[in-house]
């Protein structure tokens, strides 16, 4: 089984923390959407018959298509490939671009998981981040996607920037789940290369980040989500019981995926591929059928190294099976010592040496180190 992921390379303004691939401008979006409808055909037997579990739309902001442009690359992935029924199929929305109208266009159409890119229900937040929605749009996004008929929506939020008091930080968290949403994506701000925020703050026209206030926020979200019922079954995903993003999972899981678009990645268990990172030369390399990607075939160590970042990062965590029968004794020997080093991090059932079965997981401590740690796990 595996999944689809479709990138939508365009959005209405640039955040200024963003650095995925994305243009402001949507005059190509018709000879994009050929493209990708293009690319789909193209790559149709590359999944060797294995059938779809998962559809996921991200961007880019998908939403900011016509409706019409969805339903199109939705009925050639059911042209191309074995879809099975009832599949999860995502779709990444900013909240100024819905409507009840676009909304019911989804549902009838098959998108039955919307995630709703929030970040803040503040004023200010927003007007920092440069989002293009205000701070009630997000809440009346999701109540009209409700009332429309979606019952598992997810909603992101940043912590960890300095506007953001703990006080506020308590209030987007409970403003969330009061909305009756299935799952939370939370993130700390990050400062990525060659974004506005980088700008701003390398020219002192903002604060840099403050670590200590992030790590603080982070464990008052994990103790928050633990009060609520809910489950933090990735280090930055929350879910209500039985509503884990099954997308996002299996990637986490190292289960084959196809990325279709510009700068879209896939994975078939042993090489990753991905596709070029500009919008005009993407579609002019589709129109010459020639599929404009880079392919990279991963050594044992790079998938063990792999595993170990990803299952570390997932509350279900790391099955020492999965690793010593595939490194020498002295690899083995060192990848122990390491997590004796790390013990305070991690929770590590006393027999484990011996112990096929045995599963390491961070505790809530270990999971503000989570990179750290497996950086430290690292073989070969
Ligand atoms: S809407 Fe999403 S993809 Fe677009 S700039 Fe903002 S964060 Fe980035």
């Not at 209030?171 to 994506?185: D, E, K, M």
């Not at 990172?277 to 579609?283: C, G, H, Q, R, T």
């Not at 991090?345 to 006393?350: D, Q, R, V, Y």
Request: glycine fraction near 4%; charge should be negative; hydrophobic fraction near 35%.
């Amino acid at each position: 089984m595996a999944g689809i992921y479709i990138h939508i390379p365009y959005c209405k303004q640039a955040c200024y923390y963003c650095n995925f691939h994305f243009s402001t401008n949507t005059k190509s979006s018709p000879e994009m959407l050929q493209a990708i409808l293009q690319e789909i055909e193209m790559r149709k037997h590359e999944l060797n018959n294995q059938s779809i579990q998962t559809i996921y739309f991200g961007g880019g902001t998908p939403g900011i298509l016509p409706s019409d442009d969805i339903k199109k690359i939705m009925h050639a992935i059911e042209d191309n490939f074995i879809v099975e029924k009832n599949i999860e199929t995502t779709l990444e929305v900013n909240p100024d671009d819905m409507h009840p109208q676009k909304l019911k266009a989804y549902l009838d159409m098959g998108i039955n998981r919307l995630s709703v890119g929030t970040q803040s229900f503040f004023e200010e937040d927003l007007q920092y981040m440069n989002r293009s929605h205000d701070a009630k749009a997000a809440a009346r996004c999701v109540q009209e996607a409700q009332d429309t008929g979606f019952n598992n929506i997810s909603v992101d939020l940043i912590y960890g920037f300095p506007l953001l008091t703990n006080e506020k930080w308590k209030q987007n968290i409970n403003t969330a789940l009061a909305l009756q949403i299935t799952h939370l994506s939370c993130y700390a701000m990050t400062v990525e290369a060659r974004t506005a925020l980088e700008k701003m703050i390398r020219t002192e026209k903002l604060p840099p980040i403050n670590h200590a206030q992030s790590a603080e926020q982070f464990e008052w979200l994990m103790h928050a989500i633990e009060d609520a019922g809910w489950e933090h079954y990735e280090i930055s995903n929350f879910a209500k019981p039985n509503h884990r993003a099954v997308h996002n999972t299996n990637y986490w899981l190292g289960k084959h995926y196809l990325g279709i678009g510009p700068s879209a990645h896939s994975f078939d268990g042993s090489s990753r591929s991905w596709n070029i990172v500009n919008n005009a030369l993407f579609i002019k390399s589709i129109e010459e059928h020639i599929l404009p990607s880079e392919k990279e075939i991963l050594t044992l160590h790079q998938q063990i190294n792999e595993y170990i970042m990803t299952s570390l990062r997932m509350s279900d965590g790391m099955q020492l099976q999965k690793i010593k029968p595939n490194v020498t004794t002295e690899e083995w020997q060192l990848f122990c010592e390491e997590l004796e080093k790390n013990n305070a991090l991690l929770n590590i059932p006393s027999n484990y040496q011996t112990n096929a079965r045995a599963i390491i997981t961070l505790n809530k401590k270990g999971k503000l180190y989570a990179d750290k740690i497996a950086g430290d796990l690292f073989v070969g």
